[in-house]
Nanobody, 126 residues
Framework: QVQLVESGGGLVQAGGSLRLSCTAS????????MGWFRQTPGKEREFVAA????????VYADPMKGRFTISRDSAKNTVYLQMNSLKPEDTAVYYC???????????????????WGKGTLVTVSS
């Protein structure tokens, strides 16, 4: 079993920054990817960014490119999401997730995730 715990959410003004963290524990040795998703009420959970544990390869959803940066500290089993130039439309609950075996960094969708954290709320005020 894998446990994922997010932290770092909060209230920030538009244009500000936040850094989210996600620490994994348990049987993570088979996982080589971790991703961030977000969800607002009434909407589907959407992909934000993903990273490979070993090579640090990253991928971002288009609205996040240039503003968000995903990184990892393999020794700490922790993935970070640095969010800059935040906008009110970035307000959401942010989740980290580990995909099922066979999912690649290019095919990260919410349906393909095996483990989820409980989420951390990010609120961006205008």
């Amino acid at each position: 079993q894998v446990q994922l715990v997010e932290s770092g959410g909060g209230l920030v003004q538009a244009g500000g920054s936040l850094r989210l963290s996600c620490t994994a524990s348990g049987r993570t040795f088979g996982s080589y990817l971790m991703g961030w998703f977000r969800q607002t009420p009434g909407k589907e959970r959407e992909f934000v960014a993903a990273i490979t544990w070993s090579g640090g390869r990253t991928v971002y959803a288009d609205p996040m490119k240039g503003r968000f940066t995903i990184s990892r500290d393999s020794a700490k089993n922790t993935v970070y999401l640095q969010m800059n130039s935040l906008k009110p439309e970035d307000t959401a609950v942010y989740y980290c997730a580990i995909p099922r075996p066979g999912i690649t960094i290019a095919t990260m969708t919410s349906a393909g995730m095996d483990y989820w954290g409980k989420g951390t709320l990010v609120t961006v005020s205008s």
